[in-house]
Structure formats: C-alpha cells, structure tokens
DNA sequence: TGGGGTAGGTCTACTATAGAGACCGCCTCC
DNA sequence: GGAGGCGGTCTCTATAGTAGACCTACCCCA
C-alpha cells in the first residue's frame, strides 16, 4: 500500500512554493513538527506524561528557554496538554493529546528509517568528505573581490 | 503493524538526551531532513530529477544559497545525487539516490498525516490563541513589564 | 555592438532565531 | 539559614538563515 509510487503520486498533489505556508500542509506541519526539539518532546512523551524537568533531564541538552517554547508550541497546536496540579510547588504536567497520539505513527516509520539508514548516511558523508575538490563547483577563475556597494 | 504501541516500544529504545547526536540515529537524521527544506527538495525531486533553476522555482522561496547549501548537504549523506553535463552553459541535474528514494514511503505516511491533520492543527491554534490568559503561566505577580506574551 | 536572458552558483550584509545562564517566588529538607 | 527543586522568564550573545548583488560564459535579438 505505501510503497513510493504512492510517495510520489501524493506529492505531486502538493504546490510546494507557489503558495504561503497557510496553503501547504505540509510545510505548515513539517515548520512545526520538523525543529530540533519537537519530535524528541513528542517521543519522550509517548512513552508516558512527563512533567517540566523531567523533559529537560530527559533530553539535558535543550535550554530551559526552548523547552518552554516548544512545549507552547506544541500546546497551541493541540500535540501535547498542559496540566496544572495546585501544588505546594504547582507542578506541571505534560502529556499527548489525541492528536499528538495520531502523529506516532507516522513518526515510528520515520525514527525506523533514521535507525535503518543512518549507517548509510555516515558512510556516505564520510566518502563525500572523503573526496574534496574532485568536482569542481564552478569554473570562476577566482576574480577577486570587485568593491562592493557601498550603501 | 505500525501502531502506536509499536511506536511508543520503538522510542522507548532510543535514548533521547544522554547521548550525542553522534549515537543518536534519530536526532542525527532528523536535524538533517528535518529542516526547512530538506523534505521539499526530496519531494520535489521524487517527482522526477530537477536542475537547480527548476528546483528554485519549484520552491521560489528559499534563496540561492540556502537552495546550494540544501543539495549539498542532501547530496553529502547520499539522499541525492548531482549529474554534471558539459552543455555550453554547464546544466546540473539533481535526482533521487536510492537512499533518498528509500525515504519516500516514511515521508509520505508524515506528510498524508499533516495533510489529515492540519485542519485539526489550525483549530488548536485558533483555540489556543482565542484563550489568551485563562492558564496563568506562573503566579508570578506581574513585575513590571507585562507587554509581552511570548511571541 | 550591446542589451537582456539563462545557467549555476558565490559573496556580503543584515536579521531572526537559538542557546547560555542569571534570576524569580515559593516551598522543603537538612 | 543555606541549598536545592519547581516551572518558568529575562537578557545577552552566537549562530543560522535571508536578501540580493555579483560572476563567467553563452545565446538570441535588434
């Protein structure tokens, strides 16, 4: 059923530029979910609730300041809930919506790829790097630097 | 087979902080592709091979350089290939590697949910920024500067 | 004969975004 | 009575992305 033909016939149905970012699906979604942090927020909460500094000993490296952005961020979209206990010190609990349940799926064939293919991406990187210069950017003969405007 | 469970038990096996992006398959991948227009270009290559012009008009929004950089990067983790042909002004054709290919089907599970979802997304959003305030971030007593939410 | 267009980029300046790390009130524990 | 946890916010700086001028080389058109 999903094979890439299919891949590929869905993706044509998609403008890809010619429209804003409201118009596209799919930009709209891969801008959203597609950052540095907001799949791993998404990941560590499928497994169960967290709450604020679980999150931020879970993935250690993310500042506190992205934390909280990425976490409204993905309240706003309706991924995540926000949950409020009364506390001495009122702790804060995250968990998925619904929604953010939806998008595992789709996520698991993603991080199965990640897992799957990135030997073949360190091999690869390692071979372009590897081999510097063979091809040739462009045939500039290295004109130097004509001044530039000068506003 | 691909459930939420079944994602839930995938994460769950992938540590998502300790570690660097070096031992982290997902993070690794996913700060590639997962940027602005990493799955674009995929996207729009999966369609058919692309020279760089057709590729900046497809997208029309994203500048030379970051156009330049985007293939670079996809082609040094093997995701794309860059044909050279000696015409009298040189034309470079961009197409699909095997490994990028083998992307497709993951892709197209993510992009038919943003496609599926996204309505639900925009609703949230709506939602979310209609109630601005009945969730008190902190109880802190608004010291000076209120001016700002966040944005 | 030179003006404009195409091609595939590079370069520089500017700006938006991410990261660091201090700070906050309030609480508990030692 | 000082330390540390809680859930954040604040400011500053470093980094990344953007805009757009520029480049060589070629063609067509008048």
Known sequence: MS??????????????????SVHCPVRDV??????????????????RPHRFSELHRAVHDISKRMLTQ???DLE?????TRHVFP????????RLAPL???LLDPMASLVEWADRCHGDI?????????TP???????????????KKMA
Do not use: C
Request: proline residues 6%; glycine residues 8%; charged residues 25%.
């Open 76 to 80: 706003r979209d309706g991924l995540i």
């Open 70 to 72: 990425t976490l409204r």
């Open 87 to 94: 506390t001495k010190p009122p702790s804060v609990e995250y």
């Open 3 to 20: 094979n890439a033909s299919s891949a590929i016939e869905r993706f044509s149905r998609y403008p890809l530029g010619e429209s804003q």
């Open 122 to 130: 360190h091999a690869a990187r390692a071979r372009f790097d590897g």
């Open 100 to 102: 953010g349940l939806s």
């Open 133 to 147: 210069g063979d091809v040739p950017r462009q045939a500039v003969p290295a004109r130097s630097k004509v001044h």
């Open 30 to 47: 891969l801008d959203r979910i597609g950052d540095k942090w907001s799949m791993l927020m998404i990941m560590a909460l499928a497994m």
